[in-house]
């Protein structure tokens, strides 16, 4: 299981991944029981009970917890891993990446009000964006209201949800979650979905109905033509069914 998460969804961390990092690092050292070590959970056994095989036992999974996070620390950040001890190094890039200060709390709530979703991106991960922004503010010492997290979710909108923000602003102020406007957004953007694939398929019937107006015109067309071969209606004489057949059966000699 460790080869697939570090192959697929682990990043390194740097100067401005930490949350993921922190996530996906969580879930990786818990798939390789080696959460409990970093968290200092589990104790070290007594030099003077414990046999020889239990402490090399414990020193190698405190050594391997340690190599589990510094192999995904960019280089940038080595500088912040001192030891061997998983704990410590946890700890330390816990300190440099979730600084408190007030220029950092500034710094990420400007940030989290002038987010805005981009053209292509799903409401799905617009949702998640916010939710990340949301998460990384608690983080840091600021716990936001919904009102404050639903204002920012739907003033990053583009004009195609204004019917979102019109429901939200109908609903009792008691009764108006976060959830209840991610559940507004997810539903709008079924019916855009769905209201998209509607009109691409009334455009392939139309389309269509070209198409076969074209064959229908060339068929009737052709009606009106008259082969100066047999004299009939209907055909070309380049394709005259009478020639061909009088063709076949005059004998080469007679030409």
């Known amino acids: 299981m460790s080869t697939i998460l570090n192959a697929t969804v682990m990043p390194c ?25 970093v968290l200092g959970k589990e104790s ?27 192999l995904y620390i960019d280089d940038s950040q080595i500088i ?13 890039l816990a300190s440099v990446h979730r600084a408190c200060s007030l220029s950092t709390q500034l710094a990420a709530m400007q940030k989290f009000s002038c987010m805005e979703k981009w053209s292509e991106q799903t409401i799905t991960s617009w ?20 009102l404050l997290t639903i ?3 739907t003033s990053g909108l583009p ?7 019109v429901t939200l602003n109908a609903v009792k102020p008691d009764e108006l979650t976060l959830k209840l406007a991610i559940s507004c957004l997810l539903n709008e953007e079924e019916c855009h979905l769905s209201r998209r694939q509607l009109d691409d398929y009334k455009a392939s019937l139309i389309k269509g109905e070209s198409d076969n107006s074209d064959a229908a015109f060339t068929a009737r067309s052709r009606t009106n033509v ?10 070309y004489a380049k394709d005259c069914p009478e020639h061909a057949n009088f063709v076949e059966k005059t004998p080469d000699s007679a030409w």
């Open 226 to 235: 008259t082969c100066f071969k047999c004299g009939k209606k209907g055909h």
């Open 80 to 92: 912040h891993v001192q030891g061997d001890d998983p704990q410590v190094i946890w700890n330390a």
């Open 13 to 37: 961390l740097n100067e401005t991944n930490y949350l993921t990092w922190h996530i996906c690092m969580c879930a990786l050292l818990i798939c390789n029981d080696l959460w409990e070590i």
């Open 44 to 70: 070290p056994p007594n030099p003077s009970k414990a046999s020889p095989t239990k402490i090399d036992a414990y020193v190698t999974h405190q050594l391997k917890a340690a190599a589990e996070i510094t």
């Open 127 to 146: 949702i998640g964006d916010i939710k990340a922004q949301a998460h990384l503010l608690k983080d840091i010492g600021i716990d936001l209201p919904d």
């Open 151 to 153: 204002v920012v979710l």
């Open 159 to 165: 004009p195609e949800y204004d019917s979102v923000v």
